[in-house]
Every structure is written in C-alpha cells, then in structure tokens.
C-alpha cells in the first residue's frame, strides 16, 4: 500500500511541475512565458492607470514635479517660467520639461487667457494634461516647440 501512495504522490508532482513548465518555463513562440506576459500586461496597465489618475508609478502627481512663477513677473501673465523639475517624475519623463521652459500653451488653451489665469489653474491643467496625455507648448531658447 506504501508503494502506491508513493506512486500517486510522485505522479502528482510530476504534474504539477508539467504545469508550471508550461506556464512560466522557457518562451514559446509568442516570445515570452505565460507568466511573464501576464507581469508585462500589468506593468502596461498599471501604467496607464496611474497616467489617467494624474500619478506617475511611485504615486506622485506631477504638480509635485516641477515648480513654476508667473511669466513675465509684472504685467499680464502670458505663460510660467519652470523653475525646477525632478528628473524622475512625470514633468522631466513624459513632457520632457526642463528649467527655463515658459508653458504657453496647456492642451488648447492659453496659460494667461481666460480659462487658465492664475499658477493653481496651470497646476491643475498640467495634471489634467498628463492624466489625458495633451501637448504642451513652450517656448525654449526661443524656439517655440510643442511637448511631448
């Protein structure tokens, strides 16, 4: 009788371990394991969520990665002039913004118009563009270019 319990719980490792050749083993001709497509997929979508939340992966809103002022400092505002920005957060990977950048443009809107005339409405309309991956106009080095 021991010998057939031995029998059965060899048999039964045997496949499981068929099993979890198949799903995480080598790569198929897909290119990938099981597995390891179902980590990518996530990593893609965690991505993507976090994007659409206005979140970079480690959970920062971009208006934590950049500082700006009002542009030009007297008179009538026609953009904000970055101050700083983190090179590890959504400003520096996904809008490729640098300090001296002057944002004109969020989106299709103006910065200084109507609609975004203070620095908490860039703040909020820069989130807002990260989460809905809009385009960003500055002006650098006197280039007029647009972003990302």
Known sequence: MKIGAGIGVLSLLICVGIVLYLYAGPAGPG???????????????????????????DGRGLRETVTFERWPASGSMKGVVVKTVDPTGPAALHFSLQPGDIITLIGPQEVGGTIIGDEAAVADFLEDAFARSLKLTVTRENERITLP
């Open 31 to 57: 290119g990938s394991s099981y597995l390891g497509t179902v980590a990518n997929k996530k990593q893609q979508a965690s991505q993507q969520v976090n994007q659409m939340a206005g979140r970079d992966a």
